[in-house]
């Protein structure tokens, strides 16, 4: 039974019944890599991509089903266990990390959504530099990914915040991995390479900044509508993917858009509706305030209340006021 077991967990796309090697290339081309991924896949969609009918697609995916142990069910204690392996990178403010109960949570989506200027990439470049710290520091001591989608990295301003944290800058650079997207369907590639990255390096942070922008501007007006969430919803979920095989920090930044939301305080709403409302763990309203003054506004938690604080932006990175 033991080497049984032990083939199972060896399979490739090519051992599925159908799948030879040019399926089998065009499949991890559009971003199907294993069993899981196939297992849950819509009929028509891994039709279209692997150019064969949905009766050999359905067949495929059975299989990846039998396979995958998809479906399989696991008791609360195992799930309690799995949790207690979570970890909180620090922000840099003592306070901002006693809002998030610790600070930015592994195996979860943290958004941070605000007007231009609200504090939004001073805090993900912040979080780049502390998940190379040590973990009795508030670190996660691992390499990050950050996905650029509108040319706001910037490794000037990382090199003043590691100085700040007596670290060498030239060494934080090399563990941070910039790709710059430069469409939403190139944005959505590139969570696939951060996943293959991963496996050459312990990558802990993966940040996306900003989340929404492509997908804002290639998909304008109502007829759009329905296929621009299709698309962000699958995008979402293969960064929350990343995050539990990973056990990574998440964290996006997501724009606004100028219309009446009394909910959030502030005549602007997040843009992504409930796709990305109901898929980010955390959600974090920031806000301008006076001078290097920010406001940060936690309004969505699993099991944290409401709450917000005042944090600055400094030459040093984010501190408490």
Same mark, same amino acid.
């Given at each position: ?152 990295? =910037? ?70 509508? +329905? ?20 056990? +990574?920090?998440? +964290? ?37 305030? =006076? ?23 400094k030459t040093e990175g984010i501190r408490d006021p």
């Amino acid at each position: 039974m033991a080497k049984k077991k032990e083939k199972k967990e060896e399979f490739t796309l090519e051992d599925l019944p159908g799948v030879g090697p040019a399926t089998a290339e065009k499949l991890r081309e559009a971003g199907y890599t294993g069993l899981m991924e196939i297992a849950v896949a819509a009929p028509s969609d891994l039709a279209d991509v692997a150019g064969i009918g949905e009766g050999q697609a359905q067949k495929i995916i059975h299989a990846a089903r039998k396979y995958a142990n998809v479906g399989q069910f696991e008791t609360g204690a195992e799930i309690y266990k799995r949790r207690k392996e979570l970890t909180k990178l620090t922000t840099g403010s003592k306070e901002f990390d006693s809002l998030l109960g610790g600070g930015f949570e592994t195996q979860a989506i943290t958004e941070l959504f605000g007007e231009f200027g609200s504090g939004k990439t001073q805090i993900v470049h912040q979080l780049a530099v502390n998940a190379q710290l040590p973990k009795e520091k508030g670190g996660l001591e691992g390499h990050v990914i950050f996905i650029d989608t509108e040319n706001t990295f =910037r490794p000037e301003r990382i090199v003043q915040m590691a100085e700040a944290l007596e670290l060498d800058p030239e060494e934080v650079l090399k563990r941070i991995h910039v790709a710059r997207a430069f469409n939403s369907h190139h944005q959505m590639l590139l969570v696939d390479k951060a996943m293959e990255l991963a496996k050459e390096y312990p990558v802990r942070l993966l940040v996306v900044d900003s989340l929404t922008a492509h997908f804002r501007a290639e998909y304008v007006g109502r007829g759009s509508l +329905a296929a621009r969430q299709q698309l962000l919803n699958r995008h979402m979920h293969d960064l929350l993917r990343f995050a539990d095989l990973n056990n +990574a920090v998440v +964290a996006v930044t997501n724009q606004v858009s100028a219309k009446p939301d009394t909910f959030y305080g502030d005549p602007t709403t997040p843009i992504g509706g409930h796709i990305v409302g109901h898929t980010a763990t955390y959600r974090i309203y920031m806000k301008k305030s =006076r001078g290097n003054k920010r406001i940060a506004r936690l309004i969505d938690s699993p099991a944290l209340p409401d709450g917000e604080i005042v944090l600055v932006i400094k030459t040093e990175g984010i501190r408490d006021p």
